[in-house]
């Protein structure tokens, strides 16, 4: 009860109760001796017999303060005993007791900045207090704040622990551990009772018999009335006997605890909940200021029981119970008095007390059992929400409690029953039930229709009963968002700062602190407090930024919130060390100088500019004289005079790569009119804890957050700044952990999926059992019956989850959030290159939003349900076709996000629907972008769009799993890959116009698809090589998981990339065919090249793609002939049967001409070994063989008529070729490919080649083959007409 706390000290100043003015008319109040009978009977000793009238000291106002002074008297012993407490016989260290956690811990904790709370963050960490004891009996107490592994007891300073052996486990240390009910020395025996979160453990020691014990107090509550509890302490017996004594051997308390648990310790900071008689607590009260305040107690009592009757002059006795003030000015000033000296006592007692009660009260409702009714969670949030409801008690918890390490977040959760019974979850949902497995894309795919009557009424109770538990949970909830609701109060601002300021402070330090650890142990806020602690803060937002709206009609509603742009750049706002799109803030802020002076109105100092790209920033402060001999000019930007860095602008709890505007000197300049060089106005950019309320909200000539408005932007405001940057926060409380938890959360909805369909195959074989075998009969009915039991546990459970994480009211804040950063990024775009200062955060958030309302929060709920969702999708599909290629953004994962959301939005035909609605000029660009060659970018996932476009119009391709693996199961069905085939039509035709618009977009777009086919092919038989002779190895037989999962990523990428040649050839066929265009017969040539390389390579007889193939090996699932070969198929059909007469003859012949043309390649398609004779019927294939023949739910009659066709007219054709066929020397044959003959020569250098190799070549190259000289250009060349030239010549 020291007075040394200064933070709500009361003043000191003199009430002016013994001036002479006031003499006379205080004492005429009250007759002269009555008052000093009343004084005497209020301000006499506690423990002293009042004096007699006649030899006491007679007492009125004027020199009351002396005789207090005398009163409050403490004998000097008594303060020195106070202030050397710390040596007291028997005990050594510190007075003050707390957890040492400088030096004496081991392992990874968080210990409260108290001292007294710990919570383990690594396997098993151990910490010990700062003070010992050899000598005498001491206790201390322990609140078990969870009931996991921890050994709790005593230990020497020469115990060593690690991260497997703690208290206990070492000799001369000492521990009960109540979870599992054992003691530990070195060696283990069963030991007391188990321990309980909430439970408290007293842990004594006497030094003078050499023994050690432990008391446990149990939490009891009582069935019939949850809200009461009771303790029941429990002696556990003498644990230990015979401890080393002596020289050298003091004992600490100590513990040792697991990842996640957690403690509170009280040495005696506080009265003990449990003292034990004859057991000292090993931190002593402050014995001088109890006595004070004992004293000053008693005068309050006796006023409380004393009245004054001035017409009988005399005092009146009276129960304190009726005591009324009635404003007797005597009363009234001795009560000041005596709350002037006791307000200095209870200035440091208050503020520990708030502190001590709000931790206190964090424990209980983090720790506290859940009830049916929630009752204890409700009581503990209404006490907090009245202590927060005092405006100081309020701001003193925000600056000094909330928000350090988990704190104010844990009122926010809603923790998950550990047992179904615990929650009363039968009694609230008597029936359960447990819904179908659902396709992502809507409720088209819900099963209901398919119900009986008896499942529609157990699902009809079962809602009800989840309706009961929601109503319940709601109500917490409800106190959970007041409470958020008097946080973000900013009328409070009376003597102060308002609560929200304080809060904004906080709350960005909460969000650096998670920010910093994101991706490495440990998270400082676990992930499931997160998802609560921001839906209750959306709530809060929006409920003070529509009441904004409703007082200021210029400003917007919620519903269309959104964040300026200029928050990104003008530095008000701390993003930490976030990535922006556009790269670091220091290469932005170089490059994009002259933007944000020209629609920013920022202009940068380019000296300054220069210094913050060093390393080593000068943050010194500029001499006063020189300040005042700068000439006016220099204020300027754009001076002529060098500007060294003003102080005012150093801020060293800035980051290095936030310090935009606190490195340079800035200007505004208002776009309405130029301002004069006196007119500009700077503007400093402080850290969050040096910010007032008018740097955020702004005042007449400075907008605050808002400052540096783009002309895009509108002038009048969305609601209050300080708003924004809550809205700014809780999108990034989404990126740091909300949407992994929401994916986790998923688990349990897959679990009971999971036991269902177990359910459903157990049903199903006990329908099927013949009833003679009694003996699998009872295996199947105790497996049916263990899995309805789990079943009927994992659905009361995914009530719990649907009503805390999963509800229609949740599903709407991520909604929300959605909009949200959908305008943010749309506004952003606008700022033109600017757009580049945003953190990356808001386009993640904005997908991964999107991902979750799809794919989280069915079945109960579908996306389809919530308001403007078709316009939703559309805007999102704008923003992803413009961005996922914007030059703008510069970030690998960030480009490969949206990349991958793209590439999963035209799997699905809501979503594809939406692409198509968004404007033609975004379609056409967004082709124009998949078109791009590939060579110049990532284009895996370019291909996979282009392939999903065209799925369900390709030859044989309208299957959703491929035929080999419909006996398995996925792993996944609602995977974007396993969707039903969805092609667009419209971008198809997109893409053909496009690639017919320019000579050179068609060639350069697939000479880099041929490129790309080559290398993932051969990539692929270099592999199946290697796998095949691993496994051929006796000394290996094993293949390494990654090289399978490389070898069918590159046979998956070969298959996509001949369906997207079959879609171009399909759509744009004269790109091939028709010859005269200039690279026509070119990339023809390679098509045929490559098509008869696949052909050779998959169709061979006992080659080795059947042998890795017939492996079946995990991994290679989706290897197999069908893919590829009808892949294949499919451009060849285009080619020779579909194709116009003229077009369907050079294909024919370029085919042909290819040295690796193999008839028996195209017969293997069908089942036949061996070309048919014209003019004959096919014969049946063979069963054992590969045909499409066997595909018939996969090809059409239509479509093997079409391939059977080809197949005669390559025979017919290939017959006639073999006939008019001449013999060719060796000299005339190209010296690259020895597959055509010479008829192309290089200029100037004269070598010579076909054509296809030289254009082939040219593609990429433009060095000759052999001399490597420049190729000018390339002219035919003919043997018969060079020969009678060179004649003629001679």
Request: glycine share 6%; proline share 6%; with cysteine.
């Amino acid at each position: 009860m020291a007075s040394k706390g200064a933070g709500m000290a009361f003043s000191r100043k003199s009430y002016g109760l013994t001036s002479d003015a006031e003499k006379s008319r205080v004492t005429g109040i009250v007759h002269e001796k009555l008052l000093d009978d009343y004084l005497h009977r209020i301000f006499s000793s506690t423990g002293r017999a009042p004096m007699a009238a006649t030899s006491r000291k007679l007492l009125n106002f004027q020199n009351l303060p002396e005789h207090l002074d005398q009163l409050l008297h403490v004998d000097e012993e008594a303060e020195e005993e106070e202030e050397s407490q710390g040596q007291v016989e028997g005990r050594l260290g510190p007075s003050t007791v707390v957890l040492d956690h400088t030096g004496g811990f081991e392992g990874l904790l968080l210990v409260d900045d108290d001292l007294l709370g710990v919570i383990g963050h690594s396997n098993f960490g151990t910490i010990r207090s700062t003070t010992c004891v050899y000598k005498g009996k001491w206790v201390y107490e322990v609140l078990i704040s969870s009931q996991g592994l921890m050994q709790i007891g005593w230990c020497t300073i020469n115990c060593r622990f690690n991260q497997e052996e703690g208290v206990g486990d070492t000799h001369n240390s000492y521990a009960y551990d109540g979870n599992r009910v054992r003691k530990w020395n070195v060696t283990t025996t069963n030991y007391g009772k188990a321990w309980a979160a909430g439970d408290i453990v007293s842990c004594l020691i006497d030094l003078d018999e050499g023994t050690l014990s432990f008391c446990l107090h149990i939490l009891l509550s009582t069935p019939s009335d949850p809200p009461f509890c009771s303790r029941n302490g429990v002696s556990l017996g003498t644990a230990f006997e015979n401890l080393s004594r002596g020289l050298g051997m003091a004992y600490f308390p100590a513990i040792s605890l697991s990842f996640k648990e957690s403690v509170a310790f009280n040495f005696g900071s506080r009265p003990l909940r449990y003292p034990v008689v004859g057991y000292r607590p090993l931190q002593d009260p402050p014995s001088a200021d109890l006595v004070r305040a004992q004293e000053l107690l008693g005068c309050f009592q006796a006023v409380l029981s004393v009245e004054l009757d001035p017409v009988q002059g005399r005092l009146v006795e009276k129960e304190s119970s009726e005591w009324q003030l009635q404003g007797q000015p005597t009363v009234l000033l001795t009560l000041a008095h005596i709350f002037h000296r006791f307000a200095p006592l209870l200035d440091y007692e208050v503020q520990d007390c708030l502190k001590q009660l709000m931790m206190s009260l964090l424990r209980l409702y983090r720790f506290s059992p859940i009830v049916p009714d929630l009752a204890l969670q409700i009581r503990y949030l209404r006490l907090t929400i009245a202590i927060l409801s005092h405006e100081k008690s309020r701001k003193f918890l925000l600056s000094h409690v909330l928000f350090d390490v988990l704190r104010s977040v844990v009122f926010f959760y809603i923790k998950s029953p550990l047992r179904v019974e615990e929650a009363g979850l039968q009694e609230l949902i008597p029936t359960t039930w447990w819904p179908h497995r659902s396709s992502r894309e809507g409720k088209e795919s819900k099963e209901v229709k398919d119900e009986t009557s008896e499942e529609r009424l157990r699902r009809r109770a079962y809602e009800r009963g989840c309706q009961r538990l929601k109503k319940r949970i709601e109500v917490v909830e409800e106190l959970q968002v007041q409470i958020l609701k008097l946080l973000l109060n900013n009328q409070d601002d009376n003597g102060g700062e308002a609560s929200r300021y304080i809060f904004l402070t906080k709350f960005r330090k909460f969000l650096q602190e998670n920010a910093s650890s994101r991706g490495n142990m440990p998270m400082l806020c676990p992930p499931e407090y997160m998802v609560c602690f921001l839906h209750r803060l959306i709530s809060a937002l929006r409920y003070y930024w529509d009441e904004y709206k409703a007082s200021n009609p210029r400003a917007t509603f919620s519903e269309e919130a959104y964040i300026p742009p200029q928050v990104f750049y003008n530095g008000k706002v701390d993003y930490f060390d976030l990535q922006r799109l556009g790269g670091l803030l220091s290469h932005l802020r170089k490059t994009l100088k002259d933007d944000l002076a020209s629609k920013a109105n920022i202009l940068i100092d380019p000296l300054e500019l220069q210094a913050a790209t060093m390393d080593d920033l000068d943050e010194d402060e500029e001499p006063a004289p020189a300040a005042a001999q700068r000439p006016m000019q220099a204020l300027a930007m754009g001076g002529a005079l060098p500007l060294p860095r003003p102080s005012w602008l150093s801020s060293p709890t800035l980051g290095r790569a936030n310090r935009f505007l606190s490195t340079a000197a800035v200007s505004l300049m208002t776009p309405r009119r130029p301002l004069s060089t006196s007119e500009k106005v700077k503007v400093r950019t402080l850290s969050a804890e040096q910010r007032t309320r008018e740097d955020i909200e702004g005042s007449q000539w400075n907008e605050g957050l808002l400052v540096g408005r783009p002309p895009e932007e509108p002038e009048q405001p969305l609601t209050e700044n300080s708003l924004l940057e809550v809205l700014d926060g809780a999108i990034m409380m989404y990126n740091l952990s909300v949407h992994q938890q929401l994916g986790k959360m998923v688990g349990v909805s897959d679990d009971v999926n999971e036991y269902a369909m177990a359910l459903r195959d157990t049903e199903d074989k006990l329908r099927r059992c013949p009833k003679r075998r009694k003996d699998i009969l009872a295996e199947l009915t105790k497996s049916q019956k263990v899995f309805s039991e789990k079943l009927d546990h994992l659905s009361r459970r995914l009530a719990w989850v649907h009503a805390t994480v999963y509800s229609q009211e949740k599903m709407q804040d991520i909604y929300w959030l959605l909009r949200v950063c959908l305008r943010t990024i749309e506004h952003g775009d606008r700022t033109g290159p600017l757009f580049a200062f945003m953190p990356e955060f808001y386009l993640s958030v904005a997908i991964n939003s999107y991902s979750a309302l799809k794919n989280y929060f069915g079945p109960v709920h579908s996306m389809e349900e919530l308001p403007g969702y078709e316009e939703t999708l559309t805007r999102l599909a704008a923003i992803l076709a413009k961005h996922f290629a914007d030059t703008r953004i510069v970030g690998t994962d960030i480009r490969d996000s949206l990349m991958q959301a793209l590439a999963s939005y035209v799997c699905y035909p809501n979503s594809l629907r939406a692409v198509e609605r968004i404007p033609e000029e975004q379609r056409i660009a967004m082709v124009r972008s998949l078109l791009a060659p590939y060579e110049q970018r990532p284009w895996a996932q370019t291909n996979w769009i282009l392939v999903r476009l065209w799925r369900g119009c390709g030859f044989g391709y309208r299957y959703t799993r491929l035929p080999h693996l419909l006996k398995t199961k996925p792993e996944d069905a609602n995977l974007p890959s396993l969707q039903k085939p969805c092609p667009s039509t419209l971008l198809q035709q997109h893409m053909a116009d496009l690639l017919r618009e320019g000579p050179d977009v068609a060639p350069s777009f697939l000479n880099s698809v041929l490129n790309q086919l080559n290398w993932a092919f051969s990539e692929f038989i270099g592999m199946i090589q290697e796998i095949q002779q691993a496994a051929e190895r006796l000394e290996r037989n094993f293949v390494d998981s990654r090289q399978l999962k490389v070898c069918a990523t590159c046979f998956d990428l070969s298959v996509s990339l001949l369906r997207v040649l079959e879609m171009t050839i399909t759509l744009v066929p004269e790109i091939f065919l028709d010859w005269a265009q200039p690279t026509s017969e070119m990339l023809l040539r390679r098509l045929a090249q490559l098509l008869n390389q696949v052909l050779n390579r998959v169709t061979a007889e006992r080659n080795l793609f059947d042998r890795v193939v017939t492996l079946r090996l995990p991994g290679l699932e989706s290897v197999d002939h069908y893919p590829i070969l009808v892949a294949v198929t499919g451009i060849l059909v285009r080619l020779l049967v579909h194709g116009p007469a003229s077009g369907t003859e050079r294909a024919t012949s370029v085919l042909l001409a290819d040295p690796c043309f193999q008839l028996r390649s195209i017969c293997y398609l069908l089942g036949q070994p061996e070309p048919p004779t014209p003019g004959t019927a096919l014969p049946a294939p063979d069963q054992k063989r590969f045909s499409l023949q066997s595909y018939t739910d996969y090809i059409s009659v239509e479509e093997l008529a079409q391939v059977e066709q080809m197949l005669a007219h390559l025979t017919s054709a290939s017959a006639q070729a073999a006939a008019a066929s001449l013999p060719t020397s060796e000299e005339d044959l190209c010296p690259i490919c020895y597959a055509h003959p010479i008829s192309a020569v290089f200029q100037p250098c004269g070598h010579k080649s076909c054509k296809a190799c030289i254009n082939q070549h040219l593609m990429n190259n433009k060095d000759c083959f052999f001399c490597k000289a420049t190729i000018v250009s390339v002219e035919d060349w003919d043997k018969a007409a060079s020969a009678s030239a060179t004649s003629s010549a001679a």
